[in-house]
């Protein structure tokens, strides 16, 4: 794509948008629009959100979100259903607990962060987080929300509805927001390098992609120490409150139109799901779209279902 419009430290990491034309400065203001509505909504890194807001609210209440959250919810949902509550975006409170805290840096919270909820019963989604209509939670306490097992992956979605609104549903174009990559309508396939979790300058194979999106969850880039002085990250399993020591990387693939037009969304909270969730176990499930997947444990063990759109070393 010859063109590209750059969004630096977009939902912590930066989003790049490739494009066969030209985004004028009307379609980057509506699409930078986009970015700082999830951003309000779902972010707890700033005071201001309505996450943040269910964080303090000690009593709890009612959170409305807009209408766009309502398929977020349900596949969270499902995610949490699917996995046995190992995925659920009430970790939001272990991770501050570990000390990834108010802040996009690393912190120590010494490991007693109130907000972590010391000595009190931790909250999880659906019990303590309840669904009133598509888009609001319902709570009678403060919970502390994390969706980025799949919030920027749905927002990787609406700027692509964006950029169809403006360009047509058959333009070709390429968002890259990190981990999740939404490839649209391309006339030749993507080769997308996956990167090695131990060496980031390495790749360990090469993916081909011309439609649909693919996302990749690793704690290569994102891990600090706790307060105990061990090296942890941002990939939990939110039964036990700690994070997965037994996968290394893993990948999902998600074919265009899935779940309500929403791929990227998928197939981000399927690569955080695939940390600890057996991947038959996900693809058998109806309530799972279809999605191919590769996986690499800690033992450096590659597994990949049949049409992974990848070629391995």
């Given at each position: 794509?010859?063109?590209?419009?750059?969004?630096?430290?977009?939902?912590?990491?930066?989003?790049?948008?490739?494009?066969?034309?030209?985004?004028?400065?009307?379609?980057?203001?509506?699409?930078?629009?986009?970015?700082?509505?999830?951003?309000r909504?779902?972010?707890?890194?700033?005071?201001?959100?309505?996450?943040?807001?269910?964080?303090?609210?000690?009593?709890?209440?009612?959170?409305?979100?807009?209408?766009?959250?309502?398929?977020?919810?349900?596949?969270?949902?499902?995610?949490?259903?699917?996995?046995?509550?190992?995925?659920?975006?009430?970790?939001?409170?272990?991770?501050?607990?570990?000390?990834?805290?108010a802040s996009?840096?690393?912190?120590?919270?010494g490991?007693?962060?109130?907000?972590?909820?010391?000595?009190?019963?931790?909250?999880?989604?659906?019990?303590?987080?309840?669904?009133?209509?598509g888009?609001?939670?319902?709570?009678?306490?403060?919970?502390?929300?994390?969706?980025?097992?799949?919030?920027?992956?749905l927002?990787?979605?609406?700027?692509?509805?964006?950029?169809?609104?403006?360009f047509?549903?058959?333009?070709?174009?390429?968002?890259?927001?990190g981990?999740?990559?939404?490839?649209?309508?391309l006339?030749?396939?993507?080769?997308?390098?996956?990167?090695?979790?131990?060496d980031?300058?390495?790749?360990?194979?090469?993916?081909?992609?011309?439609?649909?999106?693919?996302?990749?969850?690793a704690?290569?880039r994102?891990?600090?120490?706790?307060?105990?002085?061990?090296?942890?990250?941002?990939?939990?399993?939110?039964?036990?409150?700690?994070?997965?020591?037994?996968?290394?990387?893993?990948?999902?693939a998600?074919?265009?139109?899935?779940?309500?037009?929403?791929?990227t969304?998928?197939?981000?909270?399927?690569?955080t799901a695939?940390?600890?969730?057996?991947?038959?176990?996900?693809?058998?499930?109806?309530?799972?779209?279809?999605?191919?997947?590769?996986?690499?444990?800690?033992?450096?063990?590659?597994?990949?279902?049949?049409?992974?759109?990848?070629?391995?070393?």
């Amino acid at each position: 794509m010859p063109h590209v419009d750059a969004f630096p430290n977009a939902l912590g990491g930066g989003i790049l948008v490739h494009t066969a034309l030209p985004v004028g400065d009307a379609l980057h203001a509506r699409l930078r629009a986009v970015i700082d509505d999830v951003d309000r909504a779902l972010s707890r890194f700033r005071t201001d959100s309505t996450v943040a807001r269910m964080a303090v609210a000690e009593r709890g209440g009612r959170f409305r979100f807009p209408a766009w959250a309502a398929p977020l919810f349900d596949w969270a949902d499902v995610l949490a259903a699917v996995t046995a509550g190992r995925v659920d975006p009430c970790a939001g409170a272990d991770l501050v607990r570990l000390g990834y805290a108010a802040s996009f840096e690393m912190i120590d919270s010494g490991g007693t962060s109130a907000a972590g909820g010391v000595g009190l019963r931790r909250a999880h989604w659906g019990f303590d987080v309840h669904r009133d209509g598509g888009s609001v939670l319902v709570t009678d306490r403060a919970v502390q929300l994390d969706f980025g097992a799949c919030g920027k992956g749905l927002c990787v979605d609406l700027l692509c509805t964006r950029l169809e609104e403006e360009f047509g549903a058959d333009s070709p174009f390429v968002i890259d927001a990190g981990g999740d990559l939404r490839v649209h309508r391309l006339p030749e396939p993507l080769r997308i390098a996956l990167e090695d979790p131990a060496d980031t300058d390495r790749a360990i194979g090469v993916a081909q992609l011309a439609e649909g999106a693919l996302c990749a969850s690793a704690p290569s880039r994102r891990y600090w120490r706790d307060a105990l002085d061990r090296q942890v990250h941002h990939l939990l399993n939110a039964v036990t409150g700690e994070p997965v020591d037994d996968v290394a990387a893993s990948w999902a693939a998600v074919p265009m139109r899935t779940f309500a037009a929403l791929p990227t969304m998928v197939a981000d909270g399927l690569a955080t799901a695939l940390f600890c969730a057996e991947p038959n176990t996900l693809t058998r499930d109806a309530r799972v779209p279809r999605f191919d997947f590769a996986v690499l444990d800690s033992r450096r063990r590659l597994v990949h279902s049949r049409h992974f759109p990848a070629v391995f070393d």
